[in-house]
């Protein structure tokens, strides 16, 4: 009979990374999620987004001022 064992830790090991992969995935999306929104401020600066996709992106209220908040953003 044969043994199993290097198939196994292939498949083993293939799991490890599809785990390793979505871990990594995870820890980086609020950091993408802060570049976005930079991004966003600094087109709306350029005067290429408008102010309602700007606050429609960024969910806040039609109210408040976008300049001041862009800055806030783009400082942080």
Not at 9 to 31: D, G, H, M, Q, Y
């Given at each position: ?32 999620q ?43």
């Amino acid at each position: 009979m044969r043994s199993n064992f290097r198939p196994n830790i292939r498949l083993a090991s293939n799991i490890l990374l599809v785990i390793a992969t979505f871990a990594i995935v995870l820890k980086l999306k609020p950091i993408a999620q802060v570049y976005q929104e930079k991004n966003l401020c600094i087109k709306y600066i350029k005067h290429q987004v408008n102010r309602d996709t700007l606050t429609k992106r960024l969910k806040i209220l039609k109210q408040a001022d976008p300049s001041s908040i862009c800055e806030a953003i783009i400082k942080s």
